[in-house]
């Protein structure tokens, strides 16, 4: 059976919910990804990550359809990139899964793409979990994977469109990365010079001229193929845990 929700009839999304309480609904961007990547890029990775590791558990959990605008106010300057207000996407959240746990869903998982989302988030976590008494948990960014990526990209501040995100999509989607037009890097600046704890309210202007964060010449396949599996085996793993919970 297919795992996305929107390639299903309503019979089998019911039967579906059933066997599995679980869903799952990734959460992306549209926004600039620098002159060689997609704007769809966190979008595209949050899904498909959802996709496979659903794909691997028997019976599997749905997959709702992406959203696949975020809090991209920060890359606005840059041309390209679709914003929305924090309470537009925490509405469109809370609403999202407030249809889902009406038919039948016990659990909601959301696999997020891009990390200006991420205090919306957190805040729908709660409000989830509070007003409609299910669990909601977040996979962050790829967080499951986290130590790997530590060791296969140790470079500091290679946070968008660098290294890191060029490697996972020459792994995973070669033919949307536009290798002519891969940046030499022009480092980066730290707005205020904070503390590492303390969060400081940011344009990607005030860091970087070029929209990007991180070298992206020194992008590599096989090292995003790898960081991709290790991404897929947590993001698994994590479902299986949920799924079992409900179960216990």
């Known amino acids: 059976m297919d795992v996305r929700w929107g ?8 039967e579906a919910l059933f066997r599995c309480p679980v869903v799952v609904l990734p959460v992306g961007s549209c926004e600039q990804h620098g002159p060689h990547l997609p704007v769809d890029t966190d979008t595209y990775d ?11 558990i028997s019976p599997p959990p749905l997959v709702l359809p992406a959203v696949p605008y975020g809090v991209s106010e920060h890359h606005m300057s840059f041309g390209g990139t679709i914003t929305l207000k924090p309470e537009t996407l925490l509405n469109v959240v809370l609403d999202v899964a407030e249809s889902a746990v009406r038919h039948g869903a016990k659990a909601v998982v959301i696999v997020n793409g891009h990390g200006g989302n991420s205090p919306v988030l957190a805040i729908a976590a709660q ?3 509070h007003n409609l008494g299910v669990a909601c948990l977040i996979e962050d960014c790829g967080a499951v994977a986290e130590d790997t990526r530590k060791k296969l990209f140790p470079q500091p501040y290679d946070v968008h469109a660098g290294e890191f995100e060029t490697s996972v999509a020459l792994a995973i989607r070669a033919d949307a990365v536009r290798r002519d037009a891969i940046p030499t890097p022009c480092g980066v600046r730290r707005p205020f010079k904070a503390p590492p704890k303390v969060t400081v309210g940011f344009r990607m202007e005030d860091m970087t001229s070029n929209g990007v964060l991180g070298d992206a010449t020194k992008a590599d396949a096989e090292r995003g193929k790898r960081f991709w599996q290790a991404e897929i085996d947590g993001l698994k793993k994590l479902l299986e845990s949920v799924i079992a919970e409900l179960r216990a």
């Open 7 to 14: 390639y299903l009839t309503r019979e089998e999304i019911k």
């Open 46 to 56: 949050a899904e498909r990550a959802a996709i496979e590791a659903a794909e691997q």
């Open 127 to 129: 409000k989830i979990r």
